[in-house]
């Protein structure tokens, strides 16, 4: 045999081995537990500082809770990682509950009892008494414009804020709007096409369109519907209807109140409609950095490259994203999970919705027990630690610079596949190295794929085609 001709065969053997040991062995990336435990203690709370991002005309920065000062928080509070974990976990189970209130069923197939929820305002809290929005902009309202923390829900109706003259409100950072001081300011009439569209209207005095949203946690927005003038950036925006709160309870802490961003006409935007193309992007900053995220409107921002999903519609529930998954994967190897498991019913029932203001991620029992089962398989070479709040399978990673840990995956219909960064998967719950599997069963048929999973992801939703986007831009 010729020299050629061994070197020949010993690069196939080489090849071949380099391609069993691909199959055999499955994918990892590493996660920085150093870096990742420093940044839960690098916390730096905005306070009133603006927050208004003048890059583009409808670019705003995007901001999480944390970074916003409560009247109640102490520092050592805010720095205190573990508590702040805690009650985002207590805020999620809220929130969790109020999404399937507002689906068939509440979520299974028990019949449309519980399915009572307004179109218009579908059910704007994110979570405890004392509110629970997860990500907040800062935009104007009014003419002239006055400056509000507002939060985005993907998953609600409306645009409002608490009003004075407040006979009952939450505390917020911002003074309380009035729209006395405003140019802009027009009530809408009982008789107008706007408030026909409020399944849960009334008239005030006879004359202008009254709201009421009841959420099931014992929360509650009431006050009067008017057309206002919204700022965002340098962009101005007239005439979009939004509540005006006069009494008002629980809600969102440090917010002036909601910028609905779901799929409905009264959303912001089903509103804004041909202005924007029914199209948005946004960015949730990785937790533990001092960056903002981003929140961008308009066709422009729709980006080349990206991984695009259909969006799915239910008309039983108008405001929610839906999008099409059919598996998930650990280590670069599909779990064994049936498809119907994620599946939309033409009766509205289970389906996979992404939500900004559920922080974690649900999934039917049938389809969590055997992905938790296969990541714990992959990981039994780290230390376990007891189950914390609702995770189940958490780690010991004290003492750790970084830990090889398997690829998470979510598979689309389609084709399309979404393998998440590790801090996406594996998140820390307090400041000693306890990490955990950022993963919960939802206990119903609904799956959500929450905002811890869609971290410095570029995000972007093309509502006229009926699209959602993931990357290729890292936030």
């Not at 994110?126 to 998953?155: A, C, K, L, N, T």
């Not at 008239?203 to 009254?210: D, E, K, P, V």
């Not at 498991?341 to 049938?366: H, K, Q």
Request: charged fraction near 15%; proline fraction near 5%; glycine fraction near 14%.
């Amino acid at each position: 045999m010729s020299l050629v001709a061994i070197l020949v065969t010993i690069l196939q053997l080489a090849l071949c081995s380099i391609a069993i040991a691909t199959n055999s062995f499955p994918d990892f990336q590493l996660l920085n537990v150093n870096e990742t435990l420093t940044g839960t203690k690098m916390f730096m709370p905005l306070g009133l500082s603006e927050t208004d991002d003048h890059r583009g005309k409808w670019n705003l920065k995007l901001v999480h809770r944390d970074k916003l000062l409560s009247p109640n928080d102490s520092l050592s509070t805010l720095h205190n990682h573990g508590r702040r974990f805690h009650a985002r976990m207590q805020r999620d189970v809220k929130r969790v509950a109020s999404l399937l209130r507002r689906l068939p069923g509440k979520g299974t197939h028990d019949g449309d009892a519980a399915y009572q929820v307004n179109d218009f305002g579908s059910d704007v809290v994110s979570g405890m008494d004392q509110g629970s929005g997860e990500y907040f902009v800062r935009i104007g309202v009014g003419s002239p414009p006055r400056s509000q923390y507002m939060v985005i829900d993907s998953g609600s109706d409306i645009v409002w804020v608490q009003c004075q003259p407040c006979n009952q409100c939450y505390r917020q950072s911002d003074p309380v709007f009035d729209p006395a001081n405003s140019a802009s300011f027009s009530g809408v009439s009982c008789g107008s096409s706007v408030c026909d569209r409020i399944d849960n209207s009334g008239c005030n005095a006879g004359r202008y369109c009254r709201y009421e949203v009841m959420y099931g946690d014992g929360s509650y927005t009431k006050g009067t519907l008017a057309l206002e003038t919204l700022t965002f950036g340098r962009t101005v925006v007239k005439n979009v209807a939004i509540g005006c709160g006069h009494v008002n309870r629980g809600m969102f802490i440090g917010a002036a109140g909601l910028l609905g961003l779901g799929g409905g006409s009264m959303s912001l935007v089903g509103q804004l409609g041909g202005q924007t193309g029914g199209a948005f992007s946004y960015c949730l900053v990785s937790r533990g950095t001092d960056a903002s995220g981003s929140l961008v409107f308009g066709r422009g921002t729709m980006p080349v490259g990206a991984t695009w999903v259909p969006l799915l519609r239910n008309p039983r529930a108008p405001s929610f994203y839906y999008v099409g998954l059919s598996g998930l994967g650990v280590g670069g190897v599909r779990v064994p999970i049936s498809e119907d498991v994620f599946r939309l019913t033409e009766l509205g029932y289970g389906g996979v919705v992404m939500d900004t203001g559920t922080a974690v991620t649900r999934l039917p029992s049938s389809a969590y027990n055997p992905f938790r089962d296969a990541f714990i398989t992959q990981t039994a070479n780290l230390p376990r630690a007891s189950k914390v709040s609702i995770f189940d399978t958490c780690y010991n990673l004290s003492g750790f610079v970084s830990v090889r840990v398997p690829t998470v995956s979510f598979y689309f219909s389609g084709g399309p596949v979404l393998t998440l960064p590790a801090r996406n998967f594996l998140i820390p719950v307090d400041n000693m190295g306890t990490f955990c599997f950022a993963f919960a069963p939802s206990g119903s048929g609904l799956s959500i794929i929450g905002n811890i999973q869609q971290e410095g992801i570029q995000i972007s939703f093309d509502g006229a085609n009926g699209f959602v986007g993931f990357g290729p831009n890292v936030c």
